[in-house]
Structures are given as structure tokens and as C-alpha cells.
């Protein structure tokens, strides 16, 4: 059972989202892509900000979660998925996400924020094609 | 140093966002992405206030000559709309729909002590590998560029 909808928590939530990737750019000049941070962490891509930089910020994602789980909330994580459609779905969102230039937060969050056509039609691909797979995975495969 | 802080900053308020909205549990992102389900509107209302708060940041920034801690502005300027974003948008988007996980909230929630997340992010990274290495055999045709940033 996920708890039920908090209006202050998903707009308050938001905001701590979008004001991070605000920090990050005007303190560093660098988009808070997380896809593209990651792949830079792993070293897997072309370009992107030293190293360094990606790392701590991909380091200070679990960090700030934790905080929020000791002192404000303790979030219930609840996983449905099976083993093969996890790996399915990891293999999908990496590859994807590189092929495509970035995730929700690079195309998103930060893409959206200035009003980027490549962003706002990956974020409506991505969207469309969720929306797409759990209907078909939750209304279509199984006989429910 | 100041800029890695700075990120590490960042980063840490990125997650502690992505938890207090609980973008990090995968059930709530389904039960968005589930619109023939009981729908929950959730993520639409963290994706405005982060577009909001990230667009203030991006107006501020177009009024500066360059960051704080740093020597200029990184800032997509592609406006091309080609076949790799689509279809990476499309692949990307399917993997989403299939486990509830974006990368984010999957490198966020490691810190529970969940295996799921952490074989999530496992593929998710050999998928940016194989990517990467398709990309590269792909790439001796003059036409094709490289991913870069969104």
C-alpha cells in the first residue's frame, strides 16, 4: 500500500528537486542531468563535468535521502518487480536514457525549466511511452 | 573543492527532495504512470514545482557571466530534434513503465538496503555501456553524433 496523496510533500518535494538543480547551476554552470552524471561517474561518456563534481553530486543523492528518512519521513519503498523485469527495465532506462540525451531530471526538470524543444518532446516521449507500458503490463497481460 | 561541495549540496538536496516527494518508491511512480488504474497525482505535482524552481535558477543564471565556482555556463544548446532522442526518450521511458524506477530515485534508494534498486542500477549501467559501445560502432558514418547532454 503506498500512503496516501500529500499535496505539501510532493510540491515541497518538487521544490527541493528544482532548487537543487538550480544550486548546481549557478554555483557550478553544470545541468543536474543525473543520467549523464552517472554515466560520467562510470566513466562512460564523452563529455560532461570533471568527475569529481558528477560523483559528489550522484554520492549526495542517497545521502540527502537518508536525512530525510531519519528526520522528516520515513519513505516505504515497495518494489513489485520481478528479477528479469528489473534487469529489463535497468537495461532499458540506461540505455535509453544515454541514447536519448537524458532522463526526468536532465530533459525533466532542467529541460523544461528553460523551455528546450529536444526536452520537452523527450519528456513527452518518455511519458507517453510509461504511460504505454503499465497499461499494457497492468491492464493487457495480465487478466485483470 | 568549492564546486565539488557545491554539487555534494546539491546532490544531497536532489535526494532528500526525491525521498520527501517518495519519488524514490516505485509504487507511487506506477500509480501515476497508471492512468486506466487508481491514479495518483503525485508526480505531476513534484515535476511542477521542480520545473518551477529549476527555471528560477536558469533565469538567474542567463543574467550572469559565469557560476560561482566556476569559469562558464554549461548549457544545452542542441535544438535538434533527431531519431537517437526519440527512441532514447521511447526505450528509456519503457523501462520506467516497467519497473517505476528513473536513474535518480534508483541511486537514491540504495541506501535502504534493498537488493531490487541495486540490481536496477546495476543494468541500468550496463545498459549505458552497451549504449556507449553500440554508439562507438555506430559512429564512422559522418552523420551520426554523439549523445551529449539533454
Not at chain 2, 530534434?81 to 513503465?97: E, P, V
Not at chain 2, 531490487?116 to 545498459?127: D, K, N, R, S, T
Request: aromatic letters at 8%; proline letters at 5%.
Amino acid at each position: 500500500m503506498i500512503a496516501p496523496f500529500s499535496i505539501g510533500y510532493a510540491l515541497g518535494g518538487g521544490l527541493l528537486i528544482g532548487g537543487a538543480a538550480s544550486l548546481l547551476l549557478l554555483l557550478t554552470g553544470r545541468i543536474a542531468g543525473i543520467s549523464g552524471l552517472v554515466a560520467r561517474v562510470a566513466t562512460i561518456a564523452d563529455s560532461g563535468p570533471p568527475w569529481r563534481l558528477a560523483a559528489a553530486f550522484v554520492a549526495g543523492l542517497p545521502i540527502g535521502t537518508a536525512l530525510v528518512a531519519r528526520f522528516v519521513r520515513q519513505p516505504h519503498i515497495e518494489v513489485t518487480s520481478s528479477v528479469p523485469l528489473l534487469i529489463a527495465g535497468g537495461l532499458l532506462v540506461g540505455f535509453g536514457t544515454r541514447l536519448g540525451s537524458g532522463c526526468t531530471s536532465g530533459h525533466g526538470v532542467c529541460g523544461i525549466g528553460r523551455l528546450s524543444p529536444r526536452s520537452i518532446v523527450a519528456t513527452l516521449t518518455f511519458m507517453v511511452a510509461g504511460f504505454a507500458t503499465v497499461f499494457i503490463t497492468r491492464h493487457m497481460l495480465v487478466g485483470g | 573543492m568549492r564546486a565539488t561541495l557545491a554539487a555534494l549540496s546539491g546532490g544531497i538536496l536532489f535526494g532528500a527532495g526525491l525521498a520527501l516527494s517518495d519519488m524514490i518508491n516505485p509504487a507511487r511512480v506506477l500509480a501515476f504512470l497508471d492512468l486506466a488504474g487508481t491514479w495518483d497525482p503525485t508526480l505531476a505535482l513534484v515535476m511542477a514545482g521542480a520545473v518551477l524552481a529549476s527555471a528560477v535558477g536558469y533565469i538567474v543564471a542567463r543574467r550572469l557571466q559565469r557560476p560561482w565556482f566556476g569559469t562558464s555556463f554549461f548549457i544545452p544548446e542542441n535544438r535538434r530534434l533527431d531519431r537517437q532522442l526519440i527512441a532514447g526518450a521511447a526505450l528509456f521511458g519503457a523501462g520506467w513503465g516497467l519497473v517505476g524506477f528513473c536513474p535518480g530515485p534508483a541511486l537514491a534508494a540504495l541506501i535502504f538496503g534493498l537488493w531490487q534498486p541495486w540490481l536496477f542500477a546495476a543494468a541500468m549501467l550496463i545498459g549505458m555501456a552497451l549504449q556507449r559501445m553500440v554508439g562507438a560502432a555506430g559512429r564512422h558514418s559522418p552523420g551520426a553524433t554523439s549523445a551529449g547532454h539533454p
